[in-house]
């Protein structure tokens, strides 16, 4: 799961990041809400968690953009204790839920989880594709009905490569993907998980695009 997180506050979003980054999350974090506007129309995520008060644009304002995109994407709104006209201005722009500040870590990670529930509930989520199915809510992988233990990472990357067979993805997205911007990832991580899925699930579901990537057959 890709997880935005933007928070100007630097020692929250610290905690924050981390904490859910031991959830096996892959956290990307901005500080600012214009930034968080132009990657969240430019990039992929599975959630958002959005502080309001934010510097050079606002969070409802960077909530608004994304709900006129046409982004159905879960959104967690923290807010200021009191602020009981930006929390309702945050439902009304679309938010999915919120939380107060100071918040207990365990709760924003139940949160999240409750979110996710609801938003597998959308009828688009279950993939399935040549003999192998995802499922994103247990994050559970199965090839012709038998359940296949595989990685967070190497979900991630199965998610991504069946969501849409036939299309390439390169190396260097695949690899945003798993770490995000900021984690540091051994040049060679992608192909060690890409080969363990090989052997996990069968060999040629996974094609290599040589000097380019990799694809599922469509
Ligand atoms: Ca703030």
């Keep these: ?71 159905s994407l879960p959104v967690l709104i923290l807010t200021a204790r009191d602020d009981t006209d930006d929390r309702i201005a945050g ?38 594709h040549a003999g192998v199915s995802l499922d994103p809510l247990t994050q559970q992988v199965r090839y012709k009905g038998e359940l296949v233990v595989v990685t967070p990472k190497e979900y991630l990357l199965l998610h991504e490569l069946l969501s849409q067979p036939g299309k390439v993805f390169t190396r260097e997205r695949l690899t945003q993907l798993l770490y995000g911007w900021d984690e540091e990832a051994e040049s060679n991580t992608l192909e060690v998980h890409i080969h363990h899925l090989r052997k996990k699930l069968f060999g040629e579901l996974i094609r290599t695009v040589r000097g380019i990537g990799y694809l599922v057959q469509s």
């Design 91 to 128: 439902l009304d722009a679309g938010a999915d839920d919120y939380l107060v500040k100071p918040f207990d870590l365990n709760e924003l990670k139940a949160r999240l989880r409750a979110l996710l529930r609801r938003s597998a509930g959308r009828p688009h989520l279950l993939i399935e």
């Design 1 to 71: 799961m890709r997880l935005l997180l933007v928070e100007d506050d630097i020692a929250l979003g610290e905690g924050v990041r981390t904490g859910l980054r031991t959830e096996g999350y892959t956290v990307d974090w901005l500080h600012d809400g214009v930034s968080a506007v132009h990657a969240l129309l430019s990039e992929t995520f599975d959630l958002l968690v959005l502080d309001l008060g934010l510097p050079r644009l606002g969070g409802i304002q960077v909530l608004q953009q994304l709900r006129n995109s046409g982004s």
